[in-house]
């Protein structure tokens, strides 16, 4: 290691300055004298590790394991037992270490096939795309990991949540154990689906039915939103400088991720001095940063709700039920039998077994329950092997394959200009995501580029037909199965996507350089800048907020927001463009636009309403004198924001898949309009009485589930909505996004508030620059950095984020020495 050879060569220097000294001269020689060097200690990792205020890890390496390693081993000092169940999960063995209350059947098969290494397989068909230095990144990473375990014990792990101390299912684990897990987190858009794990399950074999049960009715809205994974979100503005006052580039990301477990975020910086050099916030277990900046640029993303997979119905052969025809040839269907462990509650351990089918792109799925749900009337034509048909349906997923993210990311962070930035994503290893970045030279960049299948708007039109087109049309492009009889039905092939993957390559894909700027909140690319749309492109790229389509409140007040700022009428500084300080006053602005586009319209119902003369009043009355007080705001002083987050649940009920956007236009006073589609729809038309009554209804529905869950409605919002740590309440701002609000949080009700918060505003943080070399970034992380209550990080950004406040990220070497907490800590192994 370059440190050593530098100890060695100060060592032999030492020894040659004193055989030169003057005291040496009078010493008695021989010519068999000899001066023998110490051995000198080789080490396959070095790292040095040194925290700043609130517990953030720097650790500087001289090559890509030492730099793994390091990160690895503080990932475990604050999140240790989160990473090791998540590979339990990974490994498909959720069942046999937790049980039937703690696992889940359909993820250990699922996994167990997909992550089968039993063979070499991973290693032999993924693991051998990836370059030398990523394979030591990552093998680094779980040789720190290990060395924090054999250091503390098993017995000894602190008690979190989840807990995993002196459990039977923690061990050391290999490279490999990683892979495995980050495999599973590409295919969270996909395979790992909830509803997509079910269909490939119900593929029972030639001669079955694909149904178990009757399933439950579901909108399209509903299997809409379990195809677009839209629990997760995200809010991201890159400025240039031509909105900047400063004439720098700025950028906010905001990822809405979970606050807890698979997708939380660890914030760290990452240095091998000359080569990478990057800050920000890794997903918890993964070795590189993901959302962050360096000394020139930073970048986010947000997620996008573009196709993943796409379904192709086979025709069989009649003669054998597991061969399909292709081109009037026929090809294999091949069986792969799957076997695993169940811990029982006795302490015993039954097998079970379950057989899949391949075909020559992926794996054979059932769509009977999920057609049964949308329309009973159509189920029979998708049950049995064979179907009525005579056919079956199979799936190919985009992101089976794609092992790529890990060295993407990382070029990204090596990126000093938006277009080196968005060189590195040509490589499409960005699973489900937007992407936008900006530079200290004032450019902007936003791009949706990851892996969507080729498939084009006119290849859809020629290649699903039949039955198949209905179901296209029921669920809103959701679910696509083409023409699996012809190969040109196949994904395409450009030349700039990686080999053999039918994807979308770079120059297909919808971007943008801009000096102005650009917004995404989890609507299509179509107005990431409305000045510039990005149009003519299939919905595949995004079949939720696709062109002509109604936007979220989100993406609405984004645009409002970044519009009244650059025209200074935003009251956060009197003059037009962005600094650090009004981006990050619009980040915790905490406006409720639902409230902006709807309330005055509620309160004249509420005031033209005869309430009968009762006390205590109706609660619909209730709710009405809570909300003619209201701020419209979900800060944590701010009453009555339980009340209009229940009556918009209430009022929104069964519309759109993605955060309850209102897509019943005769509910809307002014419809939404294509060609003014940030500014429509609004207001509630009272002309109609139905939605008077519907109003009405939806306050009384508000009222009932807050008195069921006994919350006050007038008590101040940091009250009700709080993250509990060690027994103390922490104000939490922000609000639920579906009904506009820019900061949001995803908490559900219960007895005593919003005290479950599942996920939504994360690791945020504001970056800009300025002459100086080093970049001004102001971050947060809401969780705070670790999940063991006996850390002083378990709680502390928590509480700064409570208070609207942000950590200043130390970066160059002075301002990382002037905010350490704790001496640098050499790492070697």
């Not at 200074?568 to 639902?594: C, E, H, I, K």
Request: charged letters at 20%; proline letters at 5%; hydrophobic letters at 40%.
């Amino acid at each position: 290691m370059m440190k050593t050879q530098l100890q060695l060569l100060l060592l032999v220097l030492s020894v040659g300055l004193m055989g030169c000294s003057d005291s040496d001269s009078d010493r008695d020689t021989s010519p068999d004298d000899t001066i023998t060097e110490p051995p000198v200690e080789e080490f396959s990792y070095d790292a040095t590790l040194t925290r700043t205020e609130y517990g953030v890890p720097h650790i500087v390496a001289e090559d890509w394991g030492s730099l793994g390693y390091g990160h690895g081993y503080v990932f475990a000092e604050d999140n240790y037992c989160m990473l090791m169940e998540e590979i339990i999960r990974a490994s498909g063995q959720s069942l046999e270490f937790f049980g039937e209350a703690g696992g889940s059947e359909s993820t250990d098969f699922v996994f167990s096939l997909v992550n089968n290494n039993s063979d070499g397989q991973l290693e032999e068909r993924y693991l051998s795309q990836q370059p030398q230095y990523i394979l030591d990144l990552v093998a680094g990473y779980a040789a720190g990991y290990n060395r924090y375990l054999r250091e503390t014990g098993v017995d000894n792990l602190p008690e979190t949540d989840p807990d995993c101390r002196g459990a039977d299912w923690v061990r050391e684990i290999n490279a490999v154990d990683l892979w495995k897990y980050f495999r599973r987190i590409q295919l969270q858009g996909s395979t790992d689906q909830g509803i997509v794990r079910a269909a490939i399950l119900d593929a029972k074999g030639p001669g079955q039915a694909g149904a178990s049960a009757m399933p439950a009715p579901v909108s399209a809205a509903d299997l809409q939103r379990a195809f677009a994974n839209a629990d997760k979100g995200s809010n991201a503005i890159a400025l240039g400088r031509d909105a900047t006052q400063t004439g720098s580039g700025m950028l906010l990301g905001n990822p809405h991720q979970p606050w807890f477990g698979v997708g939380s975020w660890y914030q760290v910086h990452l240095t091998i001095p000359g080569e990478y050099d990057a800050m920000g916030a890794a997903l918890k277990g993964f070795p590189k940063i993901a959302i962050g900046f360096n000394k020139d640029m930073a970048w986010t993303h947000t997620v996008s709700f573009a196709s993943r997979f796409t379904l192709f119905e086979l025709k069989l052969n009649p003669d054998d039920p597991l061969q399909y025809q292709v081109d009037g040839e026929f090809k294999d269907i091949v069986p792969e039998e799957v076997t695993i462990k169940v811990a029982m509650p006795d302490g015993s351990f039954e097998e079970r077994t379950h057989t899949f089918y391949h075909w020559e792109y992926g794996l054979i799925v059932s769509l009977a329950s999920t057609a049964g749900g949308i329309a009973p009337e159509f189920a029979s034509l998708f049950d049995g092997w064979p179907t009525p048909q005579g056919t079956v349906y199979a799936l190919r997923d985009a992101n089976l394959e794609n092992l790529r993210g890990i060295e993407m990311w990382v070029n990204v962070g090596k990126s000093s200009t938006v277009g080196e930035f968005a060189d590195a994503l040509k490589v499409i290893g960005n699973p489900l995501f937007h992407s936008l970045a900006a530079d200290r030279n004032g450019d902007a960049f936003y791009g949706e580029i990851s892996a969507i299948p080729n498939v084009t708007e006119k290849k859809m039109e020629e290649c699903i037909v039949g039955i198949n087109a209905v179901v296209r049309s029921l669920t809103n492009n959701a679910i696509l199965a083409l023409d699996g009889t012809r190969s040109d039905c196949q994904w395409g092939a450009d030349a700039d996507a990686p080999q053999d993957s039918g994807l979308f390559g770079f120059a297909s894909l919808p971007s943008f350089f801009t000096t102005e700027y650009a917004a995404n909140s989890n609507d299509s690319y179509w107005l990431s800048n409305p000045e510039q749309p990005l149009e003519g492109f299939p919905t595949t790229m995004g079949f939720i907020g696709h062109e002509g389509q109604q936007q979220n409140l989100r993406t609405q007040i984004t645009h409002e927001m970044v519009g009244q700022r650059l025209e200074g009428t935003d009251g956060f500084d009197a003059s037009p463009g962005f600094t650090l300080s009004s981006l990050q006053q619009l980040m915790y602005a905490n406006r409720v636009f639902a409230a902006d586009l709807t309330l005055d319209d509620v309160l004249t119902v509420c005031t033209e309403t005869a309430w009968p003369e009762i006390f205590p009043p109706p609660g619909g009355k209730r709710a009405c004198d809570v909300l003619s007080q209201w701020d419209r705001l979900a800060n944590i002083d701010s009453r009555g924001t339980q009340v209009f987050t229940e009556f918009w649940k209430a009022i929104s009920a069964g519309g759109a898949a993605f955060e309850n956007a209102v897509t019943d236009q005769s509910l809307w006073f002014e419809d939404f309009d294509p060609t003014r589609a940030l500014e429509t729809p609004k207001g509630f038309d009272l002309s109609l009485e139905v939605n008077r009554e519907r109003i009405l209804s939806a306050l009384t529905t508000a009222a009932n589930a807050l008195d069921a869950a006994n919350v006050a409605f007038d008590a101040p919002w940091g009250e009700v909505q709080v993250l509990l740590r060690n027994g103390i309440d922490v104000p939490i701002h922000g609000g639920d996004g579906g009904m506009g609000v820019f900061g949001a949080i995803s908490s559900g009700l219960s007895d005593g508030g919003y005290r479950t918060i599942g996920g939504g505003n994360s690791y945020i943080q504001t970056v800009t620059w300025d002459e100086s070399d080093c970049p001004i970034a102001d971050a947060i992380i809401t969780t705070s950095q670790s999940i063991n209550p006996e850390s002083p990080y378990y709680s502390d950004q928590s509480e700064l984020y409570s208070r609207k406040e942000w950590v200043r990220m130390p970066f160059c070497d002075d301002a990382i020495e002037a905010n350490r907490i704790t001496e640098p800590l050499q790492l070697r192994e």
